[in-house]
């Protein structure tokens, strides 16, 4: 480790964030990891890491960082306006950062979260094997918390060697609305009638009360047709809760562990990067799939990623 991204200006929320922290749910760790994990394995293809490695999740304000090493950098995922050196820098692209060179972010045109990818990846020590930020428990990352203005994060002093030159294919939603995708959840014969089905066709609004662990839909609320109760079981992302209040919880990336409220549904896994650029205020809508569309989905997604591997220059 011979250099460093100082934050000169954290933004509103940015950590540092790897693949997740797997293998560690049954002690009760939570897995954490990107939002949009698409877009971070993109960034780390754009400056050619392997897709385990950390970049830094940006969230709707995105941060001011002084390059301390020369190395290549890319953003992916939520389009915003970039400048490196006050040259434009495209998203989705990989560019050749100097050391002493200033990388701004400004205004936020579409998407909630990017992802800064940096050769080599960020350099933060590993935690049970993964540099991810839990922010709840105070684990991995940087300091095991968000970014703040004076903050040096490790990195390698290397530009990559076999960088991409420009990716398209990031889901980003369309006007603060997304359709998603979902498949019954373990608990979806608890509820009137054909409740899944009906919340097909209504908008829900993302609560300001959300945040990465999940999302709190607003809209009419989903009626149990009895009051069992469930016995905690684990989760996992793209789940949707539903307290007794009948308002259901999107759960995110740094969701607990286990949880006993019922489960209605589970958003597929090609689509949880979508829910990933959402933010409060956002709208969500469901639409219930068979178990083959949730497949070819997730295969046409990673097909995507593949081509962009077959795209690199030569080592």
Not at 127 to 153: I, P
Request: proline share 7%; hydrophobic share 40%.
């Amino acid at each position: 480790m011979n250099g460093a991204l100082h934050v000169v200006q954290p933004g509103l929320l940015s950590t540092v964030q790897d693949l997740g922290r797997h293998g560690h749910q049954a002690s009760g760790v939570p897995v954490a990891g990107p939002m949009d994990a698409f877009s971070h394995r993109l960034a780390n293809l754009l400056v050619g890491n392997d897709a385990e490695a950390a970049t830094i999740e940006v969230t709707l304000i995105g941060p001011e960082i002084v390059v301390e090493a020369d190395t290549t950098l890319a953003v992916s995922g939520a389009h915003f306006e970039v400048t490196c050196n006050d040259r434009q820098v495209p998203i989705g692209e990989s560019f050749v950062a100097r050391r002493g060179q200033r990388v701004r972010f400004g205004r936020l045109v579409q998407g909630a979260r990017a992802y800064v990818a940096v050769a080599g990846g960020i350099q933060s020590p590993p935690v049970l094997g993964s540099r991810a930020t839990h922010l709840v428990s105070h684990v991995g990352g940087h300091e095991g918390r968000a970014l703040v203005a004076g903050d040096r994060v490790p990195i390698l002093d290397r530009q990559a060697n076999r960088p991409f030159r420009r990716s398209s294919g990031v889901m980003l939603p369309a006007k603060g609305r997304a359709l998603l995708r979902v498949m019954p959840g373990p608990q979806a014969h608890w509820f009137a009638g054909d409740a899944l089905k009906t919340i097909g066709g209504v908008s829900f609004r993302i609560s300001p009360q959300s945040n990465r662990m999940g999302y709190r839909l607003q809209g009419p609320p989903l009626v149990k047709q009895h009051q069992r109760e469930l016995i905690s079981e684990p989760l996992g992302i793209g789940a949707i809760q539903v307290p007794n209040a009948g308002e259901p919880i999107l759960l995110m990336a740094d969701r607990q562990t286990a949880g006993g409220y019922p489960k209605i549904g589970y958003v597929i896994t090609a689509d949880v990067p979508l829910a990933g650029q959402l933010a409060p205020g956002d709208f969500v809508e469901f639409h219930v799939c068979a178990r083959q569309e949730a497949v070819a989905a997730l295969i046409g997604r990673e097909r995507q990623l593949l081509r962009l591997a077959d795209q690199r220059g030569p080592a």
